[in-house]
């Protein structure tokens, strides 16, 4: 793995670069710009950069107008706040009429450390999962997001991307496949199945080192498109390993280990043990916040040993 970027810095600059090739972009923000770095885009393209104020629901249902007009809207706020109080309008107006517009959730899990639990966000990717006709993408690094940026800008459809705030280890180049709906398996292995999203993928593949360490052969794989699902990579490795480990900086309810869960309870029913949110957090360090919440490479290492003995 590669030096430490932050995912807001990489997704500010794609978005840039999108503005750049494509005329139809157009970006909208709830006054964090700077935070969401999305002000690199009204920088340079002001006349096509609306920042509506802390005034989420009207954000989100002003994106819905532009997509009838042929535009492709990219819509900024902290992800707690996109998927709580502005998720009528993505409901009614854009899931419901499959409406072209990208909705860009930022500071995803815990990495809004400092501000704690009332902008950490845990539940968004249940909300917007769970809503018919949404694509649902989550990067875990600086290159992914550049390439989420770019497919999902020429995919037709409404699109939830999940972003982190904080830095995280670069894990892929420029020579990476990104598709949506497509897994990446990173490392194989025998004996467990660790399925991971989002930038604590990088936590997983260190759980997996110190796994092989002790002789326990780890499958890593990447899930980045959390709707569609890639099922059949899923189920291939499910029927390798015979055990299942999903890893998100989610809730366990509604996330990615719910929706693998469904894949193998109805294709290949498999032990499963799920590392993700089971209650709110708190304000802190980053780093220190994964490690007591059950997130660090030791304790991802600890819940694949365990779902290993369920076999």
């Known amino acids: 793995m590669g030096n430490n970027i932050a995912i807001r810095d990489a997704y500010g600059e794609a978005l840039l670069n999108l503005g750049k090739k494509n005329d139809k972009v157009v970006v909208l923000e709830a006054d964090v710009g700077a935070s969401t770095k999305s002000i690199l885009f009204?920088?340079?393209?002001?006349?096509?950069?609306?920042?509506?104020?802390?005034?989420?629901?009207?954000?989100?249902?002003?994106?819905?107008?532009?997509?009838?007009?042929?535009?492709?809207?990219?819509?900024?706020?902290?992800a707690v706040f996109m998927t709580t109080r502005g998720s009528d309008p993505i409901q009614s107006l854009i899931a419901y009429d499959k409406l072209n517009v990208k909705i860009a959730g930022n500071y995803a899990g815990l990495s809004d450390s400092y501000d704690g639990a009332s902008h950490q966000a845990i539940t968004d990717i249940a909300v917007v999962r769970s809503m018919p006709n949404m694509t649902v993408v989550s990067v875990s690094d600086a290159v992914e997001t550049a390439k989420a940026v770019e497919a999902i800008a020429e995919y037709d459809g409404p699109v939830y991307l999940r972003l982190s705030r904080a830095p995280a280890p670069v894990i892929f180049d420029e020579n990476y496949d990104f598709r949506i709906g497509k897994g990446v398996e990173l490392k194989t292995g025998k004996d467990v199945a660790i399925i991971a999203t989002g930038t604590i993928l990088h936590n997983a593949l260190k759980a997996a080192d110190l796994l092989k360490e002790e002789g326990i052969e780890a499958t890593v794989i990447n899930i980045h498109t959390i709707k569609p699902i890639d099922e059949e990579l899923i189920i291939d490795a499910a029927k390798r390993t015979g055990a299942v480990l999903t890893v998100e900086e989610h809730s366990i309810h509604g996330g990615l280990g719910s929706a693998v869960a469904e894949v193998l309870s109805k294709a290949c029913p498999t032990p499963i043990e799920f590392v993700g949110a089971t209650k709110f957090a708190e304000s802190g360090d980053y780093n220190e916040l994964l490690e007591k919440y059950g997130y660090g490479p030791k304790s991802i290492a600890e819940k694949a040993k365990l779902v290993i003995k369920n076999k």
């Open 42 to 78: 009204g920088k340079e393209f002001p006349e096509r950069y609306f920042n509506v104020g802390i005034s989420e629901f009207n954000m989100v249902a002003m994106s819905a107008g532009f997509a009838t007009q042929d535009l492709i809207p990219f819509v900024n706020t902290f």
